[in-house]
């Protein structure tokens, strides 16, 4: 289910309504757990494995395989649900709809009086999302993050979705959005959009998100028919967002260049957070890999084709 334009945030709203309407979305939202999926390891030189799967997941020690178990369900195989929660189909689910949030860049808002649109720029189409595009040169610092999206079809005993887009963005390494937050309003950089291939993936580099103060650490991204269709928000089949285990964060955080994000990540947690607090099994990140190697992030995304 879509937010309609009454669920969106408009920046100069500030964080405390976004924060709001983020809690009260949680209560809105998906009902029951989801399936739990596995995902496979993706085996990547030296830069080790973060595997974001849409199964549940806990928090082990950075640099190993913290893994989630798999066959419990609170709904059977082939119910649906309304009102943004969770439909399984076939053993694998649906991944629930969440808010885009204040900072889209997709046309749906505006940033400094004009239509914030990082779509409709020439070469938003790219894997590496850390530096800017369209005459901006900025480039976010941080942690290396590989981002695998495997988008598949709960209609079609999970096969892959080739030929589908994802659009991906999130904050940078001090929880400023490009386009939106001072001092970052001339870059676009840590936004992107990619086709999904043969094996339903499309992938991202970018850096390890920071933590902002009201929120867990987390990445936004958008589902499309098609890197053509992927223009502007209207054309958009699902939006959703992904969430980290404590372990990888506490690591991250430790390291230099990510300004509060540790003390804000302390003060916050899953539980608590009013966009997961509700249920986070499918977005729940499977983290192996380290600060010097680099992470590696691999996410099955459900939806109904």
Known sequence: MHHDRNDRHDHDQGLAHDLSRLHQQAFERRA??????????????????????GCGGGGGDAGTTTSSSSGSSSSS???????????????????????????????????????????????????DIRTSIAGASGTAAGVPLQVIIELVNTNASCADLSGYAIYLWH?????????????VTGENYLRGVQATGTDGTAVFQTIYPGCYAGRVPHIHFEVYRSTTTATNWNNK?????????????????????YGS?????????????????????????????????????????????
Do not use: H
């Open 32 to 53: 029951a757990l989801r399936w739990l999926m596995g995902a496979g390891a993706l085996s990547l030189g030296g830069a080790g494995v973060l595997t974001l799967a």
């Open 77 to 127: 195989s082939g119910s649906s649900s309304s009102g943004g929660t969770t439909t399984t189909t076939s053993g694998c689910s649906v991944i629930p709809s969440e808010t885009e949030g204040p900072y889209p860049g997709d046309g749906s808002n505006t940033a400094n009086g004009s239509v914030a649109n990082v779509l409709a720029l020439s070469g938003v189409v790219r894997s």
């Open 171 to 183: 904050c940078d390494a001090l929880g400023r959005y490009s386009m939106y937050s001072s001092g």
């Open 237 to 257: 089949l699902r939006t959703s967002q992904l969430c980290f285990p404590s372990d990888a964060n506490t690591a991250v955080y430790a390291t230099s260049g």
């Open 261 to 305: 994000s540790a003390a804000n990540n302390n003060a916050s947690s899953l539980s608590s957070d009013g966009i997961f607090s509700d249920g986070y099994s499918t977005q729940l990140a499977t983290v192996t890999g380290s600060v010097s190697a680099g992470y590696v992030a691999r996410l099955k995304v459900g939806i109904a084709a």
